[in-house]
Structures are given as structure tokens and as C-alpha cells.
T-cell receptor, first 113, second 112 residues
């Protein structure tokens, strides 16, 4: 069984500030972890993924996430927020390929000018 | 390379009707998954097809069904529509070994 908890359904930051979106997971086997972004009326776009190897994963648009097994966390960060980062972000866990992923409830990121 | 294509983008149906949604995966991808997204329930997994076989299934009633064709295109069918079936239905395709899902833009279904 697997599950994902995203802490905070809404996060608001100022433009240029650090973005931190939290994700904790549970999985009975070593997980594959993903972060996706969704803009209004669009599908999900993969930001980054962790499968094996290096625990600090870099993704598109300046985002990165660190897999911490001891904390069962996979938090998403970006050093400096941009207005275009405003969207909904989903953390997901899978224990095989991405065909059956369990998604968190999502975090809506608002970026204030 | 073309992305995942879902048709139609928008659909309005009446309670009790049935609906079929279509998904064309990225060329070469054999796995197609379907998700339902609603404001109240978030993203929920419906089912996954791989090489024309249903490989995984979520917790949805039997009114929700799907199939995959030999060219990997997939269809999802919902019969006896209910108001609560109004949602964004997302399709995602992936390569078996790549552990990465590519999503289509979704079909927005409204049941009235």
C-alpha cells in the first residue's frame, strides 16, 4: 500500500522568495516519487522524479526535491519564486512504473508581486 | 514527438446517459492510465491498461470501464451517468521501464 500527504493545501509566497512545498509518503517497498504541476484546465506536467540513485533531484523551471528516506519526505523547493510558478502542485508515489501512481491532494501555490 | 491526445476536450451529458472518452498515447508508449479529478476528491486512479490488458484498477463502480486497442489507444466508458461523475478525466501514458507518466490535457465532463 502507498499513500501521499501534502502538507498545506495553499501556500502563498512573494515573488523572489523561497518556495517550499511539503510531501510525505508511505510505501511498503522502495518508492518512485514524482512532482507534477498543473495549470488551470490543463493536464499534469512532470517537474521531476526520483527513482534510484542521487537523493537530490533537479527538475525543470528551477525546481528541485530531496528524497529523505528516514523522514519519508520528498519536499519540493525553488530558491526564488516567479509569477509564472503560480499553479497547483501534486506529489505522487509509485512502487513500480508510473502506471499506477497515488497522488496527494495537491498544493495551490500563489505568488504575490 | 506528439504528446498524449484526449478527445473530446469538453462534453456535456444528461444523467442516465453513457459516454466514451478517447486517449491516444505517445507513440511507443504501451501503458495508459486514467484518472478522475474533482475538487472534492482530488486525483483518483481509475485503471491502467498495458498491451490491451487491464493491469491495475482503482476503486470505482462497474459503470466505469475501459479498453485498450492494439495500437495502444484507449477508451474509457461511463454508463448510467450520475451528477457526481462530473469531473476532469485525465489520461496518462508511459513506457514500461521509464517510470514517468505523460498526461493529456484532459476531458472535462459535465453531467446535468
Amino acid at each position: 500500500a502507498q499513500s501521499v500527504t501534502q502538507l498545506g493545501s495553499h501556500v502563498s509566497v512573494s515573488e523572489g522568495a523561497l518556495v517550499l512545498l511539503r510531501c510525505n509518503y508511505s510505501s511498503s517497498v522502495p518508492p518512485y516519487l514524482f512532482w507534477y504541476v498543473q495549470y488551470p484546465n490543463q493536464g499534469l506536467q512532470l517537474l521531476l522524479k526520483y527513482t534510484t540513485g542521487a537523493t537530490l533531484v533537479k527538475g525543470i523551471n528551477g525546481f528541485e526535491a530531496e528524497f529523505k528516506k528516514s523522514e519519508t519526505s520528498f519536499h519540493l523547493t525553488k530558491p526564488s519564486a516567479h509569477m509564472s510558478d503560480a499553479a497547483e502542485y501534486f506529489c505522487a508515489v509509485s512502487n513500480t512504473n508510473a502506471g499506477k501512481s497515488t497522488f496527494g491532494d495537491g498544493t495551490t501555490l500563489t505568488v504575490k508581486p | 514527438k506528439a504528446g498524449v491526445t484526449q478527445t473530446p476536450r469538453y462534453l456535456i451529458k444528461t444523467r442516465g446517459q453513457q459516454v466514451t472518452l478517447s486517449c491516444s498515447p505517445i507513440s511507443g508508449h504501451r501503458s495508459v492510465s486514467w484518472y478522475q479529478q474533482t475538487p472534492g476528491q482530488g486525483l483518483q486512479f481509475l485503471f491502467e491498461y498495458f498491451s490491451e490488458t487491464q493491469r491495475n484498477k482503482g476503486n470505482f463502480p462497474g459503470r466505469f470501464s475501459g479498453r485498450q486497442f492494439s495500437n495502444s489507444r484507449s477508451e474509457m466508458n461511463v454508463s448510467t451517468l450520475e451528477l457526481g461523475d462530473s469531473a476532469l478525466y485525465l489520461c496518462a501514458s508511459s513506457l514500461e521501464s521509464q517510470a514517468e507518466a505523460f498526461f493529456g490535457q484532459g476531458t472535462r465532463l459535465t453531467v446535468v
